[in-house]
Nanobody, 122 residues
Framework: QVLLVESGGGLVQAGGSLRLSCAAS????????MAWFRQAPGKEREFVAA??????YYADSVKGRFTISRDNAKNMLYLQMISLKFEDTAVYYC?????????????????WGQGTQVTVSS
């Protein structure tokens, strides 16, 4: 069993910054891809960023503003967000899979956190 717990969400003004963290416990998957997704009210869950041992991908909407990183020694995944916009408001989810390759499809991830709310005021 894998447990993912996100933290770091909150209320921030447009143009501000936040860093989200995701702590993994239980069976770790240091070789598997991990990702961040987000879901705004009334919208589908959308891909934000993902990384594997060799690759990093970002959604076009966050490229240049968000940075994904992981610390395998600490079993942590991070999402540094700068220049936040109102449209970044959503619940942000950490996700993991045991497969090395990255997918932008949320159905490709086996493990999910409970989510952390990010609210950007305009």
């Amino acid at each position: 069993q894998v447990l993912l717990v996100e933290s770091g969400g909150g209320l921030v003004q447009a143009g501000g910054s936040l860093r989200l963290s995701c702590a993994a416990s239980g069976r770790t998957f240091s070789n598997g891809a991990m990702a961040w997704f987000r879901q705004a009210p009334g919208k589908e869950r959308e891909f934000v960023a993902a990384l594997s041992l060799t690759s990093i991908y970002y959604a076009d909407s966050v490229k240049g503003r968000f940075t994904i990183s992981r610390d395998n020694a600490k079993n942590m995944l991070y999402l540094q967000m700068i220049s936040l916009k109102f449209e970044d408001t959503a619940v942000y989810y950490c996700a993991g899979r045991s497969i090395v390759g990255i997918t932008r499809d949320p159905r490709g991830y086996d493990y999910w956190g409970q989510g952390t709310q990010v609210t950007v005021s305009s």
